[in-house]
């Protein structure tokens, strides 16, 4: 199936950068919208930001709205996640996840998504 690893978590303090990398592998991967969403401990899931397989068209969560950028590069098959002016409660394993094949558009509900990495935690420090 389809191999999603995330990479670039790791301890931040308040206000600070993170930049976490989606790649995607495997001979069966083909065109489809992306995501990404996060966990925090004894917390349920919950969408953070998506990307249309375009690039044109993105969404993000109310509470990372304009602190937060998703981007992709078709040609390496990653996706890439601009955390600024991050929050204490912004901590959690963040999860990359495709859409199946064909499946173009932006999608909000994990649902909607086939395909899920094993995650990268993001701790941020006050």
Known sequence: QVQLE???GGLVQAGGSLRLSCAASGRTYSSAAM???RQAPGKER????AISWSG????YADAVKGRFTISRDNVKNTVD???NSLK???TAVYYCAARRKGALGI?????????WGQGTQVTVSS
């Open 6 to 8: 995330e990479s670039g």
């Open 35 to 37: 995501g990404w969403f």
């Open 46 to 49: 919950e969408f953070v930001a």
């Open 56 to 59: 044109g068209a993105t969404d």
């Open 81 to 83: 996640l601009q955390m």
């Open 88 to 90: 204490p409660e912004d």
């Open 107 to 115: 999608a909000t509900m994990e649902n909607e998504y086939a395909y």
